[in-house]
């Protein structure tokens, strides 16, 4: 029977990291370090041709070769980059980190509720601040299958907001500490600050981004996009909203948080702040916009409540009620806001049933520089307007200029139907008649007598105008003075189910008299109040 001898290899091996390391090897001689899992060979001597005398390092599974990589440098390859200087490739990858590192996948299937608050708790509540960057979500759809929680100091950004969704269902994001305390825990020294969130869409059904004790935090470019159609049944008490948060406690209010070029569409309530408590909070809404809702912003406030919010160049398009609406609560600012079919149920802007804006309070809540389609649509022949855009605004200004054709008449014929519930009216008006022109301003206010032997009597006007030049005999003299405006009550009246009152329409008419005048046009904007 033949003997079979079986040989074995092996090389010099110790451990690296004792006594004196590694030592120098020969040429072409291997080394095993089995304390660090690494193998080396002998470069060999200069005189066999060796760049130098020393041991190389060969790659195993064990080694990182990220860390190994050292030639990555900004530009090398540019002449006109000359002081960038290397990096490890392990150094530069990680100056960005995405939810897909953690685990979470866009495929609009796999629940990422684990995959985003692993992340969370890695980055934003690790205590080396080194760690804690812009969190990106590359497009795709991330669902979540339950509530999930984001730290104080989260900053997460989408690669674009179409294409990066979160789909939260029925879900609520919900808000927590850096320690990961919960609302029930929160003072006004440890609660969820300094919050961003940017470019995605918060995809829901009555899931609600729940902002109750957050404060100092931005939300720019986010779209919450929900499921409401219009004329679809909601109580604006209880329905869930898109951003919803609750003040109790002056120490842990929801204040100095921004909006800006956010979009909330399709939803039923789109803000919803509730408050028990008199203190004042600071929210800014700056260019965002409103499209299809039932009502945009609701707050159910308490008397002499601070809202000292700002709503700055914002688009209500396509709002059933309100695109504003409070309870009570002082020193709301809304500013070069643009409504276009608000307050109208299911109509159009020339039959309104509601109020664009309705402040619970009268005091500092105004309306500055806006704009609505509704004042238009009650020029001539409309005679629907008991409701006006705001309802008891210190102030309200808007810069539309409406216009409407004049004609000849003997008698008075209707202009503009206006509400009786505010309390003065200025029109700033340009009237052109043939080729001349007149300049004036209206003013007409109304009274508080509502008794039926008075009914219209309450109401006047003054009409302040000049025309050039300005005398009886000079050309158009007869046709600019012999133009007259007159107002009254009217009629139709409509029935305002949140107050429980009878509203009147008050009617601007004028007379344009068939021997002197001549057909034109006229061209005005309006400011009133209460």
Known sequence: MAVVQISKIQVRRGQKNSSSGVPQLSSAEFAWAVDSQELFIGNGSVLEGAPYVGNTKILTEHDNILELASSYQFASDDTSISLSISRS??????????????????????????????AFTELFRNANDIYKKTLLIPNGEYLFTSDFAVPSGVILRGETQQGAVLNIGNNNIRFVTSQGLDLGDF???????????????????????????????EFNAVKFLGVYNLGDSTTIATAPAAVFWQNSLVGTRTTNVTFEKCVFQENAISIKCLQNTVFDTSIRFQDCEFFVNNTAIYVEGVTSQGIRWQINDCEFEEIANQAFRSTAGQGTLIQRAKFSNVGNGLGNSANPNDYMVYFGEKIGNVLVDCSSDRQQAATVGASTAAFSEAYNSAGVTFVDKNYALVYLSDSFSPLVALSAQNKFTEINYCLKLGEHTRYGKLVITIGDDLSPASHG?????????????????????????????????????????STAAVIDTVMLTYKNPLATGIAGSISYDMAYGV
């Open 89 to 118: 490739l392990q150094n530069k990858l990680d100056e960005t980190v995405s939810v897909a590192d953690f685990g979470a996948v866009g495929d609009g299937s796999t629940d990422c509720v684990a995959a985003f608050e692993t």
């Open 187 to 217: 003072n006004s020294t440890n609660r969820p600050t300094n919050i961003q969130f940017s470019n995605f869409t918060i995809k829901r059904t009555t899931g609600q981004l729940t902002l109750s004790g957050v404060a100092d935090s």
């Open 457 to 497: 009597s309450d109401v006047s006007i003054t009409d302040s105008f000049t025309y050039s030049p300005n005398t009886l005999i000079s050309p158009g003299g007869s046709t600019m003075s012999n133009f007259e405006f007159s107002v009254s009550k009217s009629s139709n009246t409509v029935l305002d189910d």
